[in-house]
């Protein structure tokens, strides 16, 4: 495992919450209403306050950009980047279980700040993980020629190159099969 657990699920919610971009989702905005919220929450839980509503849906719509900027960036880059979320979302790390996380992890916030502060906090609070363990080269787009949707690379020997969003990397493979066939026939 290259991360620790609760980083993984940050990072696994920061990766879904991000590709929900129209620009990154076929021109479709993937958290355009209250239920691709709940759909989200339900598939990426978070412990603490959950509204569910309106607000709560355009607050956390709003950080969406500001999570992708992290994956346009490097390394160096993504630092004052982290720092700003941490300073915005006034950090306060306190190691923390609570059901259904009976391991010790760190909250940077308290359960009843709103979603999208918490989302910000726990997001940014992977990506120190990531930064401190020089792992950024993990923080990617994905390669195939039509899809710019992010992920992060925990494969051993860092060779994943495509998302599991749209199944680009069975696309990508055809094509070139496609093509070096059509090479070989001419």
């Given amino acids: 495992m290259v ?6 699920q940050s990072l696994a919610a920061a990766v879904d919450l ?18 691709d919220l709940n759909a989200f ?7 603490g306050r ?6 709560e849906l355009a607050a956390v719509r709003g950080i969406r ?11 160096d880059a993504a630092v004052p980047l982290v720092n ?7 950090a306060l790390p306190q190691l923390v279980t609570h059901p259904g996380f009976e391991e010790w992890h760190i909250h940077a916030t308290s ?6 502060v918490r989302i910000l906090l726990e997001t940014a609070m992977a990506f120190v993980d990531v930064i401190r363990a020089d792992e950024y080269d993990r923080i990617r787009v994905c390669g195939a020629d039509d899809c710019d949707a992010v992920y ?35």
């Fill in 3 to 8: 991360f620790i657990h609760d980083t993984q």
């Fill in 18 to 35: 991000v590709n929900t971009l129209p620009d990154l989702n076929d021109g479709v905005d993937g958290m355009a209403s209250v239920g």
């Fill in 41 to 47: 929450l339900d598939e990426r839980p978070y412990s």
């Fill in 50 to 55: 959950l509204d569910r509503d309106a607000d």
């Fill in 65 to 75: 950009e500001r999570l992708h900027e992290l994956w346009r960036v490097d390394r």
């Fill in 84 to 90: 700003a979320m941490l300073a915005d979302g006034n």
């Fill in 111 to 116: 359960g009843d700040s709103p979603l999208h």
């Fill in 152 to 186: 992060v690379d925990y494969s051993r020997n860092h060779s994943k190159r495509y998302c599991d969003t749209g199944n680009c990397g069975n696309r990508m493979n055809v094509n070139a099969y496609r093509a070096r066939r059509a090479r070989e026939s001419a």
